[in-house]
Each structure stands twice: as structure tokens, then as C-alpha cells.
């Protein structure tokens, strides 16, 4: 594209009036995207966002690129049909904890182990918004909704260590109100090809206010976040004297100023062939461990619908022109004279 | 051509009696290889020049318990010296290869017609199986009025392969070869084809291929040195319009059809479907043929398949899925997201016996109303419903065209009755095929501000595909605004979009073809049918109408919407009658919107119609003995 060095904030910004609530994660997601999207050398016209139902999957509607709002929790199907034969586009899919975990779960599975080359942004905000405030499959147990007024009795499930369980090739975390991070994540993601999948906790100050704030109050965040360097050892706190240690399968929070303890620290490895490291930190949950930040897996392998198209190319080199009498004379004819 | 040339003179006192048509049923065990030995005698009386007609019949069971009931199954073939529409009514000649296959088989068996049985499979188990009491074969009540041919056929098949080599349980395993060598001698057959394919299917494994032509060939040997029968029958060519041709079932043909249409219009197929009874087929045929350039996608589940199918259709491609009534129960939403965004795609329903599983591998045609009215809200979409094996290549053809011509889902209706029966297809030069033209906007347009929900004079909305510079625009399942496509909640802007929608489809009136009728039609009695039973009804009709009836045909192609000419038809006739296999669903719809009384014959046995039921409703109609 050489009309990339061109591109600036303002061509990805759609003229429609934005309905999100006073406050919510969305708009920081969003003004992050409109940020990057510039950057990445795609011209408007050649992308596409797809999202299912709910708060986050009116983003298509807030950029000038293509889109499709779809139907609740179906993005990723949309997105398959566009990719395997539009494979030049770059394709977005817009999901959050309800749709792409609950109605949308078996599409999400399925898109991420086929590893087509989209990105999946999850918004989770633990919570059910456009339908006001019911849990969702990340509400932790307990939680008290209008759905749950005696609490959920729900086993929460953990998204990236959903994706690490489908092989997924780019797994990362980020949060709505640090715009550098956030920036970056969505450039990591777009750079790796094959499915990114991305988890970006969001606050919904209706219905759920708060529930992240040990991870973004600027005073305790250190103790509760740990931010991934690709080689750089697990270490966080304030003072920077904890880590994250490896003890037999288990991970465990080690202080840095005893020599024996600090054996055991970790090294992050984000291109390690095998999932189960990255499984092991996506594992780390509030408020018995600090949570990752940043990415926790990539590790590239062939994209689905390269494999799709170079099946047909195959075919055709193969089998020869592509006739139409050669396919319907194909098995057993005979002549009726006239 | 005939091998029979060759042997029959040999034998003085076997006779030859000519025949206009002919019926054989073959029934086994789902392992016995009963559609192998349709499929070959159907192709082999194709090839001598018959018009043929087909009716598979098997268990939804891929092996049910060995020769139990649940596990029968048959094919049955109709050859004939003239045009015929359907694989016939009762059977002439019924080979039965256990007694469960007798049970349930004897009963379609017409009075003198020949039964041919493997008296080996008659043991005591094989009749535990079957639930008799007493063997039937010396019941002079179940076999007197047949023609009766038993013989030993597990044992003389087993003598006859010894020499290939292959194991005692494989050589019981070609005694459908045998069967087959059996009616081959009866009508003449040429064996030739059937020993080509022989060599082509098993080739492979010399010694099962010889097997299985030494037990063909036995077959026919018996058949020549036995009592039953003394006679050949002799079915001549038809007279088929001149040109090549081939078999074809229902969905091969559906296939055929769609690689054509992609062509024709430039375009690349993309099949999005996920396995299910019986339309797999066509994903198994789309995925064989990748050299057209055809992308298939095995979704996970019916309603990936088809939103993935919807993602194509933004994208440009020609994006079809299909599925049977449980599938299309789940595509419901997905679809009527597609007629909101207004994009061409089409849904093929190859109906099933219903509700919920029912009778997974049985046709019924009670999915109409759920095609016409199944989504939620006002989701009008056309609806084409296919009349029979060969015509399934032309009506996805023509679907597709009016999805692009005016920019809408199309859902196109088969039942398990087309899809597996075969027909002999006149092969088209790929010229004749109709031209598909296809117009997208172009950057260029954008200068006027372009406005994804404008539409043209048929109502149709701009094609515009991602990756078009100036005409980005978001689509969505939310009511949108007139013209803009912007989301948009206002009371007169939903019930604006409402009637437009509503509008494009029946506006496609004035695009199909006229109505037409067959038989008279200044007639009494009208009978109007569609999709699947147009055989049946149609031979139905004409031998009323050779009879004397003044009784004509109309056979709906397009069920939404309706061609503008029925409203007339429908009031000329001062009786009408709708065959259908549900409850009344064309019946219902034909009486609400024209307000015409209209009888039904209704039947949901998971069976086609025979041509003898629709025809004796007809004379009762005509004769004022009955109405419902």
C-alpha cells in the first residue's frame, strides 16, 4: 500500500453517533484502534470488522472501514466465510464475554483451532450489558446480578486458557484504560499471522464498575499486574522484588531477595513451541497471584485459509483446466441418435 | 448390444415378451449391497438405452443388527421403452435376499410379478430375525401368486468364486452379483457395463473383482438352466431427445448446478455446510471438485455453516449452504440476518421426514411453510422447490440468478426423494447454459456519496465488495434507515423498510415464468403439485387424461413468489385438488391467499406418492364421491 504513510486517524473515523454509555471501556478500545489501525499500512476499504451481539459489537458501526454487525455470537463463522475467500483482507472480529464465550462459544473454539489468520478482540467486563446486567460465563462465583440475586453458582471460565486449550498461536491480555499497552498488544496481534486472540478487561461502569480496578488503580496495580517481556523474568511489585516461580507443575509467588527462592523465577518464553507454560500463567488469577499482561503466546503455524486456497491451487494444477463438459461427462454416458 | 443375443437363441424354449416398462426392487441387509445392484442395473439400462428412474430406499442405520427389520435395504428401478416419471408404483420383479427384506417388501409386489429369494438366508435365525413363525417360502398364501425363483444363492455364489481365491466370508459377500447375474438374464441386460465398473471398483484387489464377475456371471448361468423363470423380457429404447447423456441424482445434479452457475457468472463457489441426511452429498461432490476452484467448509455446527455462507456473500463469493428440516431449524436466524443485509446467497433443503430427526433418510415436503414463514418477523424470501433429479441442475441455476438480480437469500427445496433418485440427464453444451451477469459498484461511484441501502429499479441494493476504496459501509441485523443502510429505530422508517422488502420479493412475479399446464385445460378438476412429487402426479394425470378425464396439471416451480398468472388459473377450474407429502401446507397457502377451496391429499409415511393414489383421488373428485 503505498498510500500507507497517508493514512491518519481521521480516514478510520465513522461519521455515526456513538451509543455507548458515558464511561465505558469501549470508547478507550476504541480511540486505541483508531490510533493503530493507521499504522499498520491497510488501507481503510481493505478492512473489515465483524461482531456478534452486545455493548462491544456496535464497534463495527464507529469505523470507516467494512463491517458487519452480525448476530449474537456468530462473528467468528462471519468472519470465516470472508477470509477463506477474501484472504487478502484484514479481518477483525469484535466479541465479548456473553457473546463470544456463552451463545458464541463452540464458533470461537473452532475459529481459533482452524487458525485462520483473524484477530479476536474479547471485551470482558464479566458481565451481561445490552441485556442489563445479568453474570456471564466470567463472573466470578458469588456474583450478585439481576439474574443472580442469591449469587452465580457459576465455575467462571478463563478465556485465555480457553484459547491455549484450542492451540492457539497469539494469546495476550490487555486492559481498556492503558492506551500504550493496549496500542501495542493490537499491533502484535495484527502482525501474527493466523488467529490472534486478545482478552482486553473492560469496565462497565453500569453494571459491573470497578471489577478491575486493582488492575488499573495506578497505586496497588504493581502488586496485582505483571507485565510480559518476551526473555525477561516474571518479576513484579512495587519494589520489583517478587516473581513468579516454577515449583514442580505449579507456579508460586517467590521473593527476589532470597537467593534460593530465586532459582525457581521463570523466564517468559512467548515463542515456546509448547502451550503449557503460556497455560500456566494464563492460569494466574486475582487476587492469588498478580494476572499477565501482554502477551503470553506466539508461536506462528500455517493459516487455514492459505491451506484452503493452496488445496485448490493443487486441484488445478493437477487436474487441468477446469471444463465444465470434462466434469459432466465424467463416468458413464451414452448417445441418443437423432 | 445385448448379451442375451448371444445365449438366448441357444435355448429354444425360452421366449422373449416385449414390455413397455419394468419395475425390479432389490432388498437386503444394509450390507448386502443392494444399492450397488440397483445403481449398476440402472446404469446398465440407461446405457442400453431406456429412460430410467430410481428410488433408493435405506434405513437411517448404517449397519443395523444383521437381517433384522430396522436394517432393510432396497433400490428400486424403473426402465422403460417411453418417458417416465417416476420409478413406478408396484414392482415386477422383487429380489429378496433374507426374509426381513421379504417382510417388508412382498406387499409392493404386483400379482404374477417374479420373486426371486436366497433360500440359504430362509434359516431358522434369519426367520427369528423377521419375526416368523413358519417359513413364507412354503406359505402357499405369501408365494402362490408369484412367479417364484428359490434358489440357493449364498451356496451356489460361494461354489461359483471359489476359484478367485477370496475367503469363505468375502465370497457370501458377492451374492448380490449374483442377484444381479439372475435379473440381468431375465430382462436382457448387457453384462458388460457392469463388469467395466467391476474393474474400475475393485480392480484393485484381483481376486474380489474376479469374485465378483465369476458370481455375475453364475447369475446369469443359473438363471438360463433353471425352471423359473422360461422367459425373457425385452424393454426397448426409449425414444429421449438425441444428444449425450448420463445419469444423475438430485444432488449430484445440485452440485452440477452450482459449479455451473460460479462459472457462468465468474464467481467462486464457496459451500459452507455441516454433514447431515440427506444432503451431505453435495458437500461430498463440491469438495471432489476443487479444480473449479470451489472452496467447501465443513462448519461446526448448521448455524456456523450458515453465517459463514453470509461472510462469503460481503466478500463477494457465490456462497451457498444446504441442509435437511432439523439443519434449517437452526439456520433460521442467520437467515433472516441475510434478509436484512439484503445479500445474495442461497439455502438448499433437501426435506426429510419430520419434526425434530423423524425419518432422517425418508422424504416429506413439510418444510414449505417453514421456508415461506420459518424466521422471525416479516423475512420474506423467494422459494423454488425442485421437480425432479435433472431438474435440480437447473433450478439452483435460476436461484441464483434472481439472488443477484435482486439481491436476496433464495432458498431453494429438495426432498430425499430427488436427491438420491437418479434420472437419465441430457448433458448441455456448457454455451447453452444460461449467461449470469453480475455487477458490482465501483470507487468511482462513490463520488455522489454512496449509499449501501439505495436501490434500483427492482428494488435491488448495490453489491459492494470490501475492498473497494470510497464505499465502506457497515451492515448489520439492527432496522436500518432508508436508502443510508445507518441504524435506525423510527416507527415509519421500520414499517418503510418493512414494505420495501416485502415489495423486491413480490416483485419477482413479474420476472418468472408464466404458469403452465399440462393436460386440459378447460378441465373440471385442477391439480396443483410441487417439488418432489411432480412424477407422481404428473403420469398420475396423464393416464387420467388418456382415460377421458378432463383434468389438468399445474406444477408450482416457484412457491414465493407465486407466478402472477395462478390467480386466473385457479378460478377456471371449478375443482382443485394439491397432493402433498404433509398435512396441507401448499393446500393452506393456496386457499389463504386466492380464497379457493381447494381438496388435499395428504400422506406422511416417509414414501413418495404412487401415481395410482393421486390418480384414483382424481376419479373419485371428477365422479362427486368425495371431498375433505
Known amino acids: 500500500m503505498n498510500r500507507a504513510a497517508d493514512f491518519k486517524p481521521a480516514d478510520f473515523a465513522s461519521d455515526q453517533e456513538i451509543r455507548w454509555c458515558p464511561g465505558c471501556g469501549d470508547y478507550s478500545v476504541l480511540a486505541q484502534m483508531k490510533k493503530v489501525l493507521p499504522t499498520l499500512g491497510i488501507a481503510p476499504e481493505n478492512t473489515v470488522f465483524i461482531s456478534g451481539i452486545g455493548c462491544s459489537s456496535r464497534f463495527p458501526y464507529y469505523l470507516n472501514t467494512y463491517g458487519i454487525h452480525g448476530i449474537h455470537g456468530r462473528a467468528p463463522a462471519l468472519a470465516t466465510g470472508l477470509k477463506m475467500t477474501r484472504p487478502e483482507l484484514s479481518v477483525w472480529v469484535i466479541t465479548g464475554d456473553g457473546d463470544g464465550l456463552s451463545i458464541g462459544g463452540n464458533h470461537l473454539i473452532h475459529a481459533i483451532r482452524r487458525n485462520l489468520d483473524i484477530n479476536i478482540l474479547l471485551f470482558n467486563n464479566q458481565i451481561y450489558g445490552l441485556t442489563k446486567g445479568q453474570y456471564s460465563p466470567t463472573s466470578p462465583p458469588g456474583q450478585i446480578s439481576r439474574s443472580t440475586p442469591y449469587g452465580s453458582l457459576d465455575q467462571p471460565l478463563n478465556p485465555l486458557a480457553l484459547a491455549l486449550g484450542c492451540d492457539a498461536g497469539f494469546v495476550a491480555r490487555s486492559v481498556d484504560v492503558w492506551p500504550q499497552h493496549l496500542a501495542e498488544v493490537l499491533k502484535r496481534a495484527h502482525r501474527h499471522r493466523g488467529t490472534a486472540f486478545v482478552e482486553i478487561y473492560q469496565n462497565c461502569n453500569i453494571y459491573n464498575d470497578g471489577v478491575f480496578a486493582w488492575a488499573t488503580d495506578r497505586k496497588t496495580r504493581a502488586n496485582h499486574v505483571l507485565e510480559l517481556q518476551h526473555g525477561k523474568p516474571l518479576i513484579f511489585g512495587e519494589h520489583q522484588d517478587q516473581g513468579i516461580g516454577l515449583d514442580g507443575l505449579q507456579a508460586r509467588r517467590i521473593r527476589l531477595d532470597d537467593d534460593h527462592e530465586r532459582e525457581a523465577l521463570l523466564v517468559h518464553d512467548e515463542h515456546a513451541p509448547d502451550p503449557i507454560l503460556a497455560l500456566l500463567l494464563a492460569r494466574l488469577r486475582h487476587p492469588e497471584f498478580p494476572e499477565m499482561f501482554g502477551v503470553l503466546r506466539d508461536v506462528e503455524r500455517p493459516a487455514y485459509e492459505e491451506l484452503a486456497v493452496e488445496q485448490i491451487q493443487q486441484a488445478q494444477t493437477t487436474g487441468g483446466p477446469a471444463v465444465l463438459e470434462k466434469l459432466f461427462t465424467g463416468g458413464d454416458t451414452w448417445e441418443v441418435p437423432a | ?628
Open chain 2, 1 to 628: 448390444m445385448s448379451s442375451a443375443s448371444a445365449t438366448a437363441g441357444a435355448t429354444p424354449s425360452i421366449s422373449v415378451q416385449e414390455l413397455e416398462s419394468v419395475v425390479v426392487r432389490f432388498a437386503g441387509d444394509s450390507g448386502d449391497g443392494m444399492q450397488l445392484a440397483g445403481t449398476q442395473l440402472t446404469n446398465t439400462s440407461a446405457l442400453g438405452g431406456n429412460d430410467v428412474a430410481t428410488f433408493p430406499d435405506y434405513p437411517a442405520e448404517i449397519r443395523a443388527p444383521l437381517g433384522t427389520l430396522a436394517g432393510v435395504s432396497g433400490f428400486q428401478v424403473r426402465f422403460a421403452s417411453r418417458d417416465i416419471l417416476t420409478p413406478g408404483d408396484q414392482v415386477d420383479t422383487l429380489v429378496a435376499m433374507n426374509p426381513a427384506a421379504l417382510k417388508s417388501n412382498i406387499g409392493d409386489l404386483k400379482t404374477g410379478g417374479i420373486l426371486i429369494t436366497d433360500s440359504d438366508a430362509f434359516d431358522s435365525k434369519g426367520l427369528k430375525l423377521a419375526h416368523y413363525a413358519h417359513n413364507p417360502l412354503e406359505d402357499n398364501a405369501v408365494v402362490s401368486s408369484f412367479q417364484h425363483l428359490n434358489a440357493p444363492i449364498t451356496r451356489l455364489t460361494r461354489e461359483a468364486v471359489a476359484d478367485s481365491g477370496i475367503g469363505r466370508k468375502l465370497a457370501a459377500r458377492c451374492r448380490n452379483f449374483f442377484a444381479m447375474g439372475l435379473v440381468y438374464w431375465i430382462y436382457e441386460r448387457d453384462l458388460e457395463p457392469t463388469v467395466r465398473f467391476i474393474e474400475r471398483r475393485f480392480g484393485k484387489d484381483q481376486a474380489v473383482a474376479e469374485a465378483d464377475t465369476l458370481a455375475l456371471k453364475a447369475g446369469w448361468n443359473f438363471a438360463e438352466t433353471s425352471e423359473i423363470p422360461r422367459r425373457h423380457y425385452r424393454v426397448p429404447p426409449a425414444p429421449l431427445a438425441a444428444g449425450r447423456y448420463r445419469n444423475l441424482t438430485g444432488n449430484q445434479a445440485l452440485a452440477y448446478g452450482l459449479i455451473s452457475a460460479a462459472h457462468r457468472c465468474g464467481k467462486q463457489l464457496f459451500y459452507g455446510s455441516y454433514p447431515i441426511t440427506p444432503a451431505s452429498d453435495i458437500l461430498h461432490e463440491l469438495s471432489a471438485h476443487k479444480e473449479f476452484g470451489v472452496m467447501t467448509f465443513q462448519a461446526e455446527d448448521e448455524i456456523a455453516a450458515m453465517t459463514s455462507v453470509i461472510g462469503a456473500a460481503y466478500g463477494g463469493a457465490m456462497a451457498v449452504t444446504a441442509s435437511a428440516g432439523p439443519g434449517i431449524s437452526l439456520k433460521l436466524e442467520a437467515m433472516g440476518l441475510a434478509v436484512m443485509l439484503e445479500l445474495p446467497l442461497l439455502v438448499l433443503n433437501i426435506q426429510r421426514g419430520g419434526p425434530s430427526t423423524g425419518l432422517p433418510t425418508k422424504p416429506e415436503q413439510a418444510d414449505l411453510l417453514q421456508a415461506l414463514f420459518g424466521r422471525s418477523g416479516e423475512a420474506p424470501l423467494p422459494v423454488l422447490a425442485a421437480a425432479s433429479p435433472a431438474d435440480c441442475f437447473e433450478i439452483v441455476q435460476e436461484a441464483w440468478q434472481l439472488a443477484v438480480r435482486f439481491m436476496t437469500p433464495v432458498m431453494v427445496l429438495s426432498d430425499a426423494f430427488v436427491a438420491s433418485g437418479a434420472e437419465p440427464w441430457r448433458i448441455p453444451s456448457a454455451d447453452d447454459l444460461p449467461p449470469i451477469d453480475i455487477e458490482h459498484p465501483t470507487a468511482a461511484e462513490a463520488k455522489g456519496g454512496f449509499q449501501p441501502y439505495q436501490r434500483n429499479q427492482l428494488l435491488a441494493r448495490p453489491w459492494a465488495l470490501p475492498g473497494t476504496a470510497g464505499l465502506m459501509h457497515r451492515i448489520g441485523g439492527l432496522e436500518k434507515q432508508v436508502d443510508t443502510g445507518n441504524v435506525n429505530y423510527s416507527p415509519d422508517n421500520h414499517a418503510a423498510m418493512t414494505e420495501l422488502r416485502a415489495n423486491k420479493i413480490a416483485g419477482i412475479a413479474g420476472h418468472i415464468p408464466a404458469q403452465t399446464l399440462q393436460g386440459d385445460p378447460q378441465g373440471e378438476l385442477l391439480v396443483v403439485s410441487w417439488g418432489g412429487t411432480y412424477g407422481a402426479t404428473a403420469e398420475a394425470v396423464r393416464h387420467c387424461v388418456r382415460a377421458g378425464a378432463k383434468v389438468a396439471l399445474c406444477h408450482l416451480r416457484h412457491l414465493n413468489p407465486l407466478p402472477a398468472n395462478l390467480a386466473g388459473i385457479l378460478a377456471r377450474f371449478p375443482q382443485i385438488l394439491v397432493p402433498e407429502l404433509n398435512n396441507g401446507q401448499l393446500q393452506r397457502l393456496l386457499r389463504d391467499r386466492f380464497l379457493v377451496e381447494a381438496h388435499g391429499l395428504h400422506k406422511v409415511q416417509g414414501r413418495p406418492f404412487s401415481s395410482r393414489e393421486i390418480a384414483v383421488r382424481i376419479h373419485a373428485l371428477l365422479s362427486g364421491r368425495t371431498s375433505s
